[in-house]
């Protein structure tokens, strides 16, 4: 079994919508990756719970 983990995607047209996704390795393909919300760094978050991911995004 695949373990489960959260990102923060840019959903909308204007990418003023973020959108908290749940995601297993093989759901990578179905994203542009260039949406995904990152840190300082450049790179991309990922969080364990869904409540992490959305207390990101408040």
Known sequence: M???????YQS??????????CM???DEFD???DKFFTDEDGY???FETEEEAEKMVE
């Open 31 to 33: 994203y542009d990756q």
């Open 44 to 46: 991309v978050l990922e």
């Open 12 to 21: 909308s047209v204007l990418n003023e919508m973020l959108t908290v996704v």
């Open 24 to 26: 297993q390795w093989f």
């Open 2 to 8: 695949s373990e489960i983990y959260y990102k923060i």
